[in-house]
């Protein structure tokens, strides 16, 4: 004789399955957000408001723009950072991740290098705010833990 469970066992089984597969999958951006040290890098604008996406703005590092490693592999791939005048710049690619920080930790098997902080999601009245902000130069605040995760905390005028 088999013993099935009961409706509501199977429902709250299933629930809690996918609060865990939540918590999986904004993990690295929390875990910047909660345990990360502060870090600011100039940002420019990338592209305005997705009508799809909702109000965001797409954001571009100009001092993170080295070429990405050309070794012919893809997959992880950490950007390590140093200060230079007050802010963040890109130092070097590498495949292992470095022993000493800070670094970012990011993917490149799309057609981007991804490092989670290329966009910004705002209300939507602050949106067209911050992008005309953007326009002429701004610091990014990040937050990155020691795994190399990173998020975006603010974004201001220099």
């Given at each position: 004789?088999?013993?099935?469970?009961?409706p509501t066992l199977t429902t709250a089984v299933v629930a809690v399955c996918q609060l865990a597969l939540v918590g999986v999958a904004?993990?690295?951006?929390?875990?910047?957000?909660?345990?990360?040290?502060?870090?600011?890098?100039?940002?420019?604008?990338?592209?305005?408001?997705?009508?799809?996406?909702?109000?965001?703005?797409?954001?571009?590092?100009?001092?993170?723009?080295?070429?990405?490693?050309?070794?012919?592999?893809?997959?992880?791939?950490?950007?390590?950072?140093?200060?230079?005048?007050?802010?963040?710049?890109?130092?070097?690619?590498?495949?292992?991740?470095?022993?000493?920080?800070?670094?970012?930790?990011?993917?490149?098997?799309?057609?981007?290098?991804?490092?989670?902080?290329?966009?910004?999601?705002?209300?939507?009245?602050?949106?067209?705010?911050?992008?005309?902000?953007?326009?002429?130069?701004?610091?990014?605040?990040?937050?990155?833990?020691?795994?190399?995760?990173?998020?975006?905390v603010d974004v201001r005028a220099p």
């Open positions: 004789m088999t013993r099935s469970l009961s904004v993990a690295p951006q929390l875990s910047a957000r909660v345990a990360g040290d502060s870090y600011v890098v100039r940002v420019a604008p990338l592209d305005p408001i997705d009508p799809f996406r909702g109000a965001y703005v797409a954001l571009d590092y100009p001092d993170l723009r080295l070429d990405a490693p050309d070794d012919g592999e893809s997959g992880d791939a950490y950007l390590a950072l140093v200060e230079e005048d007050g802010v963040w710049v890109g130092d070097r690619w590498t495949r292992t991740r470095p022993a000493q920080g800070p670094y970012l930790a990011c993917d490149d098997r799309s057609w981007q290098v991804r490092c989670g902080i290329e966009s910004w999601f705002l209300p939507q009245d602050r949106a067209r705010e911050v992008e005309d902000q953007l326009r002429d130069g701004a610091l990014a605040e990040l937050r990155i833990d020691s795994r190399g995760n990173a998020t975006v």
